[in-house]
């Protein structure tokens, strides 16, 4: 058991290693190099110097390869070329307007999909299912910015509810924050809970045709019990995996939403960095995410490798 | 194959799937035809109009005529999105049929780096590739056929595991025949339809992916028309203004639940559930 954590705790080290390099090597791949890409044509004599000393270009790759992963573990990304500050002063209050976005979304939508991927499963091609798939289809195929726009046609423009885009600071409060998070949240959760529902209720189609809940049938077990005690347990943990994946895309999604909305958060610095050709933050914004994943990625295997003792046996 | 289309056609949701995706698909090509004028041209004279007689859909803030935009809005992206979709198809189903065939150490080792590539949200790495090399099909078509094709890889890999254990590709092996013929004789037949299935459903994400990159204004440039960047450019006018985004949502929506269903329906007809399938 011990081995099994170590080596799951392994496999994030080395995706995040692996994610490290491949980002670095992206960037070093470019013709040029962080500074000309940024400065243009004004890529010469004294300013040209100065950047390449404060990027330290000089160095070679794997110095700067060492020093940007050492100093990304320490919470410094290095110098922003636009901003001209540290990184990691401009990212902190993004960070934390992102989380709660991102957090508010997946702590809705999670409870929520996993209620009705069961009543749609238990329900099968019933009218109840029927108008849930339709409508996780259509959660799932209409990009993020056509549901975007839509609500805030009606909901802003129209009804006035909610403002249509963020106007206040990164830096403000929490209660400043929320009505500005409502609209966001709500675009975020529905893909959520499209993906989540529809593999619950794959999951759940697949265990109420198991041999132990017949059997637990033939016993003469209440419906209702067999449902609670049998069927959700064990339809939960294929769903972890998709709940895992979910959040990859909820990371990306993030950046559009964020966008549509000019929400203060990571994804539309990333967005603002790159029409800045501001690499460096690139780079820091786009390890940070990765970084994000990979993490719950890592806690989806823990938590089924809790739930799930066949998990634990030898062979996987 | 007609009666595959016919399988398909026999449920109001295929029959909508393939009705909405054969009619963008003849409106990409037909566009031209049907365009009543130019949609690029300008018009200072047509500010915003609403919707009228002569501009089905209106004006956008140019004075260029929405329908017209709206009919040649998908060309690019659905060339975009199907040239990516095949190259994905190709390189995962071909490398996902030959790691499942083989198995053992290459197998193992590889798929270590294919679930690395699976773990990294490739939408950022993307821009991150973008920043460096600039936006534009070149650069987006190669990014979207490599990762969605490590996605793909991933599953044809999973369903040639099963085929290779089958008594035929046993018995090709015994024979000693050469690992080539039993990709292309044995494995190939028994997994065009996963193939089929698994591109058709990429490209609908892809579409998906090509318009947001479109919207953030790293896909399409101005003043190509297309229906991400046209919903970027006039969703200021939203309040007054609202066809010229209203219409480009519609096409853009229509099409990718259109190819969704189409592949969802191929799938059913061919004895696959995709059911728990993920988008990745």
Redesign the interface.
């Known amino acids: 058991m011990p081995s099994l954590i170590l080596r799951r705790f392994g ?1 994030a080290a ?2 995040i290693g ?2 490290s390099i ?2 670095f090597a ?2 070093e ?2 013709p040029g190099n962080v500074c000309t ?1 940024f400065l243009q044509r004004f890529a010469q004599g004294p300013r040209l110097e100065r950047c390449i000393e404060q990027q330290g270009l000089d160095r070679s790759a794997l110095a700067r390869y060492g020093d940007w992963v050492a100093g990304a573990a320490q919470g410094d990304f290095g110098y922003s070329l636009k901003k001209r500050k540290p990184i990691n002063e401009l990212i902190w209050e993004r960070f934390r307007n992102t989380a709660l976005l991102g957090g508010l979304a997946a702590l809705l939508a999670i409870p929520f999909a996993i209620f009705l991927g069961i009543a749609a499963g238990v329900r099968r091609d019933r009218p109840l299912d029927l108008s849930l798939s339709g409508a996780a ?2 959660a ?7 549901t975007a ?2 609500l ?2 009606v909901f802003a ?1 129209s009804l006035q509810w909610f403002p ?1 885009v963020t106007i206040v600071s990164p830096g403000a409060g929490f209660l400043q924050m929320l009505p500005n998070i409502v609209l966001p949240v709500i675009v975020l959760s529905a893909v959520l809970i499209a ?1 989540i529902m ?2 619950m ?3 759940v ?1 697949d265990v109420m045709a198991s041999d132990y809940v017949q059997m637990a049938r033939l016993k003469g077990v209440p419906e209702r019990q067999i449902i609670w005690k049998h069927v959700v347990p064990n339809a939960m943990i ?1 769903a972890l995996n ?1 709940i895992a ?2 959040i ?2 909820l ?2 999604g993030v ?2 939403v964020e ?1 549509v909305f000019n929400y203060p958060g990571l994804g539309t610095l ?2 603002q ?3 800045d ?1 501001d ?1 460096p933050m ?2 820091a ?2 390890l940070i ?2 970084v994000i ?2 993490g719950v ?1 890592l806690l989806a295997d823990l938590t089924a490798l809790a739930l799930d003792p066949r998990l634990r046996r030898k062979g996987h | 194959m007609l009666k595959l289309l016919a399988t398909i056609a026999s449920k109001p949701s295929g029959a909508l799937g393939l009705g909405l995706t054969l009619f963008h698909l003849a409106l990409a090509v037909l566009a031209p035809w049907i365009a009543p004028f130019d949609p690029t041209a300008q018009n200072a004279d047509a500010i915003l109009l609403a919707p009228n007689a002569t501009h089905l859909m209106g004006t956008d803030t140019l004075g260029r005529d929405v329908f017209s935009r709206v009919v040649h809005g998908g060309r690019l992206a659905i060339a975009v999105t199907f040239t990516a979709a095949v190259i994905a198809t190709l390189w995962g189903g071909f490398a996902g049929i030959f790691f499942g065939t083989v198995g053992g150490r290459v197998d193992e080792y590889s798929m ?2 294919v ?2 590539f699976l ?7 993307l ?7 600039g936006a534009g099909p070149l650069t987006i078509i190669p990014n979207l056929g490599f990762f969605y094709g490590v996605a793909v890889l991933r599953v044809v890999r999973g369903a040639a595991m099963q085929v290779s254990a089958r008594d035929f590709v046993t018995a090709a092996k015994a024979r000693g025949e050469a690992l080539w013929p039993i990709l292309t004789r044995e494995m190939f037949p028994n997994l065009s339809d996963i193939l089929l299935v698994e591109g058709a459903m990429r490209w ?1 994400w892809m579409l ?1 992916a090509f ?2 990159l479109s ?4 896909g399409a440039t101005p003043p190509t028309p297309d229906w ?1 960047l046209m ?2 450019q006039e ?1 200021g006018l ?2 007054t203004a ?1 066809w010229g ?1 209203f219409w480009p ?1 519609v096409a ?2 229509s099409l ?2 259109g190819i ?2 189409l592949a969802d329906a191929v799938g059913k007809a061919l004895g696959l559930d995709r ?2 399938a ?3």
């Open positions: 496999f080395f995706t692996f994610v491949v980002m992206a960037v791949a470019l890409s289809m259509l799932m195929t209409v990009p993020e910015f056509v726009t839509a805030i046609y423009i249509a993906h529809r593999m209720r794959a999951s189609i294929p998709v994946l979910t990859a895309w990371l990306a950046v559009v966008k990333m967005i960095a790159i029409y050709r690499l690139v780079q914004i786009a995410f990765s994943y990979v990625n | 270590r780096i679930d690395a773990s990294m949200p490739w939408l950022l790495f821009l991150l590739i973008i920043s460096i090399g609908s998906l318009s947001s919207f953030l204004g790293f991400g919903v970027a969703r939203l309040s609202p985004v949502c853009l929506s990718i639940i969704n269903l059911a728990t993920v988008a990745v």
